[in-house]
T-cell receptor, first 111, second 113 residues
Framework: KQEVTQIPAALSVPEGENLVLNCSFT??????LQWFRQDPGKGLTSLLL?????REQTSGRLNASLDKSSGRSTLYIAASQPGDSATYLC??????????FGKGTKLTVNP | DADVTQTPRNRITKTGKRIMLECSQT?????MYWYRQDPGLGLRLIYY???????NKGEISDGYSVSRQAQAKFSLSLESAIPNQTALYFC????????????FGPGTRLTVL
């Protein structure tokens, strides 16, 4: 059974800091891995999707990497801003069309 | 206008009542999903549908049923609501063969008293 773990569960940083969020998964047989952002009371917004054949994806200040062999992904946020405060969720696609989610990392960026 | 909409956004009901949560999408996607989110447990898949004639159970389907009325509409029903079904419910859609991202609705906060 695929399990996805995100560490840390919560993170508080000062504005401007570069930071890394971690995601690990137990079964390396995945189609892709996605990072989502969830704001309080709102739905999930897809940030980055990495196909299993890719090593990383970038969008603006965000960079996500994938190492299937070790079952790990990281989300790097450069020059963090208060508007980045949210919960970040990692999810992996298994062969059965199912997204398996981690429990998320709650990020707070302090002005 | 939002691509994936859910109604109602908030619902309080009593134990034993039947309720329906509705999801509509304008993305033209074939695949639709229902998830629930609980504090400390993350998101879990309830049901998913690849097209109007295809319905599949997720990991926590007991106590729930679904109806795919059209490509754009996917409803989740709780036949007899119970308090441990209190959660945040999300509908999502995707268009690809497991390689496309999923697009989520804003969620329905359901409270069962």
């Amino acid at each position: 059974k695929q399990e996805v773990t995100q560490i840390p569960a919560a993170l508080s940083v000062p504005e401007g800091e570069n930071l890394v969020l971690n995601c690990s998964f137990t079964d390396s047989a995945i189609y892709n891995l996605q990072w989502f952002r969830q704001d309080p009371g709102k739905g999930l917004t897809s940030l980055l999707l990495i196909q299993s054949s890719q090593r990383e994806q970038t969008s603006g200040r965000l960079n996500a990497s994938l190492d299937k062999s070790s079952g790990r992904s990281t989300l790097y946020i450069a020059a963090s801003q208060p508007g980045d405060s949210a919960t970040y969720l990692c999810a992996v696609f298994r062969g059965s069309e199912k997204l398996v989610f981690g429990k998320g990392t709650k990020l707070t960026v302090n002005p | 206008d939002a691509d994936v909409t859910q109604t109602p956004r908030n619902r309080i009901t009593k134990t034993g009542k039947r309720i329906m949560l509705e999801c509509s999408q304008t993305k033209g996607h074939d695949r639709m999903y229902w998830y629930r989110q609980d504090p400390g447990l993350g998101l879990r898949l309830i049901y998913y549908s690849f097209d109007v004639k295809d319905i599949n159970k997720g990991e926590i389907s007991d106590g729930y049923s679904v109806s795919r009325q059209a490509q754009a509409k996917f409803s989740l029903s709780l036949e007899s609501a119970i308090p441990n079904q209190t959660a945040l419910y999300f509908c999502a859609t995707s268009g690809g063969l497991g390689i496309d991202t999923q697009y989520f609705g804003p969620g329905t906060r359901l409270t069962v008293l």
